[in-house]
């Protein structure tokens, strides 16, 4: 099985998290494999891609994963642009989350399971918590190829149905099904009923929400008040000649204990019947984000001397209080700046800050330079020449695994001379140093 890494971003190691897919390459964390390819610079214009998970030919497959472990604890909201058009209407796309601590990570069945469910003989998703079918063709909400319940227990086909199935502990299991091109028991009223595919045979991709097919998927798994799992709420943004949102699913409970650690995903299928699958622009945040806490953080006085590279640490409950999920809470990256107005303020696109800033992790003064580490707290000063007995001040941030970020602290850095060797007599003889 082929599986491709992208490699041209600094990891990174928590909430929010954004893969635009427009590029000719992936954040490092982001993991494709099947028939999922990049398209930009190939299909598209450079800059202009997305995620193909599938081409429109037939019995094809294709997935994605972000490799990163996101807490549970607070829940899990996540957004992405879709795009199935194209061919004759088969088959559909899902989204995922399995557990974390999974060694060996493995699609599900393909055709109808959509890469979640079991289909005949082959198994399900490895450890899968569970999946969100876009269903164009209609089999991901019933029991054929060896699912467990459905719409209805039969074979019957269910087009254009948004579907969840649950855990691989309880089989993969139909919990709930939307029919979101049909009225009735299962469908939507009629002013709201859409298509989830965007057009067929010979149609192209509408990738602006300006145009008529435009989707777009808001998912928001809220930890339940009141109970054991989650709240599920899925919404889609359409364009049908207007621009509006669809409600999918709201708070629609999901009883199953998750693991402390989840990891997100796609996958897509065709098989008799074809479409082109994509998605671009994800985004992965935490959903409880009113029950996070900024990191506390304290200045730091360290000492160091001229021409020579100090290496010192900001450290967790030494120098930085961490507040949220006590078992899986560290520190994600610093920021370095001058004066405390060279930090950012709240007012900024999630996507264009989520990255810790790899300009704010190097830092020149007068007396020397400052270099963080691209993730946790090690940061290196190296003082300039003639610069003992000078004090440098400057200041640092520290964001968390989950994004939150503390107010801006002081480091204090004292220049001293360089020691002289000490001079140690050895037996009588000659001076070593």
């Not at 393909?110 to 569970?130: Q, V």
């Not at 089999?139 to 039969?154: A, L, Q």
Request: hydrophobic content about 30%; glycine content about 12%; overall charge negative.
């Amino acid at each position: 099985m082929l599986m491709v890494i992208g490699a041209n971003c600094m990891a990174q190691s928590g909430f929010p998290y954004c893969e635009p897919f427009t590029q000719s390459t992936t954040r490092a964390n982001t993991v494709y494999g099947g028939a999922s390819r990049l398209t930009s610079g190939v299909e598209d214009p450079v800059g202009q891609g997305v995620l193909r998970l599938t081409p429109a030919t037939g019995n094809q497959n294709g997935y994605a994963y972000v490799d990163i472990p996101f807490s549970s604890q607070y829940g899990i909201k996540t957004s992405f642009e879709f795009f199935m058009y194209g061919g004759n209407g088969a088959d559909g796309l899902t989204f995922f989350l399995f557990d974390a601590a999974i060694q060996n990570f493995s699609p599900g069945g393909y055709g109808g399971s959509l890469g979640y469910a079991p289909n005949n003989n082959t198994p399900g998703l490895s450890a899968g918590y569970i999946g969100i079918g876009l269903d164009v063709y209609g089999n991901y909400g019933n029991t054929i190829e060896g699912k467990t319940d459905g719409f209805t227990n039969n074979n019957t086909r269910h087009p254009n149905s948004v579907v969840i199935r649950g855990p691989q502990s309880d089989s993969y299991k139909f919990i709930k099904g939307v029919k979101t091109n049909e009225g009735g028991t299962f469908g939507l009223p009629s002013n709201q009923q859409f298509s989830l595919s965007s057009g067929g045979a010979g149609t192209q991709r509408i990738a602006s929400p300006d145009q008529r097919g435009y989707r777009k998927a808001n998912f928001d798994l809220q930890p339940n008040p009141n109970g054991v799992g989650y709240l599920i709420n899925l919404s889609i943004e359409i364009n049908d000649g207007t621009n509006r949102i669809i409600e999918i699913f709201k708070n629609e409970p999901y009883p199953y204990t998750a693991p402390q650690n989840l990891k997100v995903g796609f996958a897509a299928s065709t098989g008799g019947s074809t479409n082109f699958h994509e998605i671009r622009n994800v985004i992965v945040q935490v959903s409880d984000d009113q029950n996070l806490r900024d990191p506390i953080a304290n200045d730091k006085s360290v000492q160091a001397c001229e021409g020579v590279e100090r290496r010192f640490e900001i450290k967790a409950t030494e120098d930085v209080i961490l507040l949220n999920d006590p078992d899986n809470n560290f520190i994600r990256c610093l920021q370095l700046a001058n004066t405390i107005a060279d930090f950012p303020t709240d007012d900024f696109d999630i996507c264009t800050t989520e990255q810790c800033d790899s300009s704010r992790q190097q830092l020149s003064t007068p007396y020397g330079n400052f270099e963080a580490d691209p993730e946790g707290g090690l940061i290196r000063f190296t003082p300039n020449l003639n610069t003992v007995g000078n004090e440098v001040k400057i200041f640092y941030t520290v964001t968390d695994n989950f994004g939150k970020t503390s107010v801006p602290k002081e480091i204090i850095i004292n220049i001293s001379a360089m020691p002289n060797p000490a001079i140690i007599q050895v037996n009588g003889g000659f001076p070593r140093p």
